[in-house]
């Protein structure tokens, strides 16, 4: 289920469709890999579901990289 809206009021990235988050990929969750002490003391990584936070959860992208030209 992703959120319509990142919570802030009157969000101009909010108001268009157009573009999809490229943290994303329009998903509203991301995947990163975070660091876990296994059982014998090795560092292993493991694979977590987080919702987006560039762009609240909404897949939508919020912080374009400007276009020049
Ligand atoms: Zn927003
Ligand atoms: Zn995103």
């Known amino acids: 289920m992703i959120p319509e809206r990142c919570g802030l009021d009157a969000c101009r990235w909010c108001d268009r469709d157009d573009l999809v988050c490229r943290f994303c ?3 509203g969750w991301w995947r990163p890999e975070k660091p876990q002490r ?28 400007p276009v020049r030209g």
């Open 38 to 65: 296994e059982a014998g003391g090795a560092i292993g990584w493991t694979r977590v579901d987080e919702p987006c936070r560039m762009c609240g959860g909404t897949g939508k992208e919020h912080d374009p990289l």
């Open 25 to 27: 990929d329009g998903s």
